[in-house]
């Protein structure tokens, strides 16, 4: 097995962290993973913030807490109340660790397209938004992939999450990112837990020639 596999075999959502900070020294080669990324036309429209600040994330966990109470409230009226408040309740304790995370980031793209997309939205053949929102959705994915695994690399644990922009209503105002859209969260820190690998399809399930 390469280097590579072991790093893509070992890789777990990691949702619990020991007390101890990530070290400075290593968010710098954590970003540059990132910047090494493809992205359509060489757009480079990944953008990622450090939350650290305790108000930053005291922020996040209140609206997270608001947006859980809304759902519970309107999930009364649901054919089915108790599996809804289950569900609502489970996404929130997946989502809620964040924020004690020894390192949280927010992870967005620039709002505007480029390359051939812009250009032809800007000559109005095509629509503008959702061809510039699927490039830069998989310059995210890509983005992360290279994080995550280099902190693999480093020992560290990571965990991406989406469900709090489910609870939490314009995340880009409440964090005063008026100029970006933010796609997700990737937590980090030294784990905690060693979660058993969840089950993945074979190839003959996801791969196939035409």
Not at 128 to 140: H, L, N, Q
Not at 160 to 178: D, H, S
């Amino acid at each position: 097995m390469s280097f590579l596999d072991e790093l893509l075999a070992t890789r777990r959502s990691i949702r619990k962290y020991t007390a101890a900070p990530v070290p400075e020294a290593w968010i710098a080669p954590l970003v540059h993973a990132a910047t090494l990324s493809p992205s359509s036309g060489n757009s480079q429209p990944v953008r990622i913030i450090r939350i650290g600040a305790p108000e930053g994330r005291a922020k996040l966990q209140e609206a997270m807490e608001k947006g859980r109470q809304g759902f519970l409230a309107q999930a009364e009226a649901a054919d089915k109340p108790n599996k809804m408040r289950n569900w609502i309740n489970a996404y929130y304790r997946f989502s809620r660790f964040m924020v004690d995370a020894p390192l949280l980031l927010a992870i967005g793209t620039v709002a505007a397209g480029s390359g051939l997309s812009r250009a032809l939205a800007e000559a109005g053949l095509i629509v503008p938004g959702k061809r510039w929102e699927t490039d830069g959705d998989i310059a995210v994915g890509l983005a992360l992939q290279g994080m995550t695994l280099k902190a693999q690399e480093l020992g560290l644990g990571s965990c991406i999450l989406t469900a709090p922009l489910v609870f939490i209503t314009r995340v880009e105002e409440l964090l005063g990112l008026t100029d970006l859209e933010i796609k997700c969260f990737l937590a980090l820190g030294f784990p905690a837990e060693s979660p058993a690998s969840p089950p993945k399809k074979d190839l003959g399930q996801i791969y196939r020639e035409l």
